[in-house]
Nanobody
């Protein structure tokens, strides 16, 4: 059973930083594509950061230069380092996984990030 457990959200002032973590279990880490999405109130869920098939990274234009996605293969965990946070970054952040061998998608429980002005 594939599970994603997120942690690290919270309340921070504008300009501050947070780091989100997402631990994968029940699937082979190297065979699973993982990324971060977010959903603000009244808005569609959007892709924030992802690894490409070539091992590089992609970011939404709104977070480029401020957010960094990374992974620790030994811990089956991905991270999202968020710096210079803005009030418009306020959203529920979701970890997403696509198991490449089955083409099934999985979502974490979501973690709230609130940035005060």
């Amino acid at each position: 059973q594939v599970q994603l457990v997120e942690s690290g959200g919270g309340l921070v002032q504008a300009g501050g930083s947070l780091r989100l973590s997402c631990a994968l279990s029940g699937s082979i880490f190297s065979s699973t594509a993982m990324d971060w999405f977010r959903q603000a109130p009244g808005k569609l869920r959007e892709l924030v950061a992802a690894f490409t098939s070539r091992g590089s990274t992609n970011y939404a234009d709104s977070v480029k230069g401020r957010f960094t996605i990374s992974r620790d293969n030994a811990k089956n965990t991905i991270y999202l380092q968020m710096n210079s946070l803005k009030p418009e970054d306020t959203a529920v952040y979701y970890c997403h996984a696509l198991v490449l061998t089955t083409a099934r998608n999985y979502w974490g429980q979501g973690t709230q990030v609130t940035v005060s002005s």
